[in-house]
């Protein structure tokens, strides 16, 4: 009988350590995977959680860094300590299921052109809300795309979906190594936001397709209203935006895309920054655009100012 593949979860923690113990107290509960290895790094937390961690989930590996690199960052320290033939990128505010890691394993196994798997995600608040169902391809003119399923209440609709998709989810999603041997790791300097699509794109242009299969699912803590406005979301929204299709788009896409970015995006934001009286969200918008008139597209610089 053959061995069951390894399977390393790995996934980052910044501040709120009881998250990060919901969750791995669920992985314990489901258990029913034979091959399994737990890594959990916290990004530069204000009070470090790892010394009390350590004496409650001694078969956890924990790694401290000493400052916060981002999610693709805090992800790619975890993928250096991982040694799975299956990398589960997860965030930490999710919940498994019973089935979750073996139906993820399965896909990959059966499927050797497949590179990236996500599960369907529930809402934890709301669990008969769709998160993800998949993703629709992306418009490189635009920069926009849309999340299949999204604020749905889950009849099983889209239950059938065992297949390609636009993109992963960034909350839940399963690599195979030898993609990333391919493709690398993330790109740090996305820092938030947009990291994930950037990276299956890499995966897709190294010849392996990202798929989804609803028969898995995950719940996922992340609140239904999205969360607030700040001006560190809107730079990197932005600045992200433009850097995404600096990457992944094709020159005749990404010409017209700044054009459309700045004769339209630019000023609708601006007029809804005033209506809104959050002005001080104008110079992270122009400092978005900066940032990528200014910077190479792997520039290690992240540009956000208070």
């Known amino acids: 009988m053959n061995m069951a593949k390894k399977v390393s979860i790995i996934t980052v923690n910044f501040n709120h350590s009881y998250v990060t113990d919901d969750m791995l107290d669920s992985i314990a509960a489901v258990g029913g995977y034979p091959n399994l290895e737990i890594i959990v790094v916290d990004n530069g937390s ?8 350590v004496l409650k989930y001694p078969y956890v590996q924990f790694i401290r860094s000493d400052k916060n690199l981002g999610f693709a960052g805090g992800n790619n320290i975890g993928l250096k300590a991982a040694t799975g033939d299956y990398l589960f990128f997860v965030n930490n505010d999710t919940v498994f299921t019973n089935g979750l890691i073996q139906t993820l394993v399965d896909t990959l196994e059966a499927n050797a052109f497949v590179g990236v798997v996500s599960p369907k995600l529930l809402y934890f608040d709301d669990p008969g809300m769709l998160q993800y169902a998949g993703y629709t391809a992306m418009n490189y003119y635009t ?47 996305f820092f938030l ?63 017209i895309f700044w054009v459309y970015f700045i004769c339209l ?42």
């Not at 433009?242 to 094709?250: E, T, V």
Request: glycine share 6%.
């Open 46 to 53: 204000k009070e470090n959680p790892v010394p009390a961690w």
């Open 143 to 189: 920069a926009r795309n849309s999340c299949v399923g999204q604020f749905e209440r889950d009849h099983r609709q889209y239950d059938h979906l065992v297949g390609e998709t636009g993109f992963a989810h960034g909350a839940a999603m399963m690599v195979r190594r030898e993609a990333i041997e391919k493709a690398g790791a993330m790109a740090e300097n």
């Open 193 to 255: 936001y947009y990291e994930e699509l950037d990276w299956c794109d890499r995966i897709k242009r190294s010849g392996y397709a990202i798929w989804v299969n609803m028969q898995a699912t995950i719940y996922h803590k992340e609140s239904i209203s999205v969360g607030k406005k700040s001006a560190l979301k809107e730079y990197y929204m932005n600045r992200n935006r433009l850097l995404y299709i600096r990457r992944n788009a094709p020159v005749l896409a990404r010409f």
């Open 265 to 306: 995006v630019t000023p609708r934001n601006m007029l809804d920054y005033v209506k809104t009286k959050n002005y001080h969200f104008i110079p992270q918008l122009f400092r978005a655009i900066w940032w990528n008139l200014s910077n190479g597209v792997n520039s290690t610089y992240l540009g956000f100012k208070q």
